[in-house]
């Protein structure tokens, strides 16, 4: 019983280790083929940005009564 829960934990370890070895190599192949982008120069804001605000609106300050259930019995 010992032998076959070893064999399990090191086949998890060996996919998992698997699994993450195959992802780096595919985003470094993605990456390898992905031409660097040339810099892009921020254009220079000349007219300010406005935000439209809402107002929270307020709590209600009284609450009606709770209401009473009866279950049948």
Request: aromatic residues 16%; charged residues 30%; glycine residues 2%.
């Amino acid at each position: 019983m010992f032998l076959g829960i070893l064999y399990l934990f090191l086949t998890f370890i060996f996919c998992f280790i698997l699994v993450c070895l195959v992802k780096l190599a595919y985003i470094g192949i993605k990456s390898m083929k992905k031409q660097p982008e040339e810099e892009k120069k921020p254009t220079p804001k000349t007219e300010p940005v406005y935000y439209i605000v809402e107002k929270k609106r307020a709590k209600k300050a009284n609450y009606s009564e709770p209401k009473e259930f009866q279950f049948k019995k």
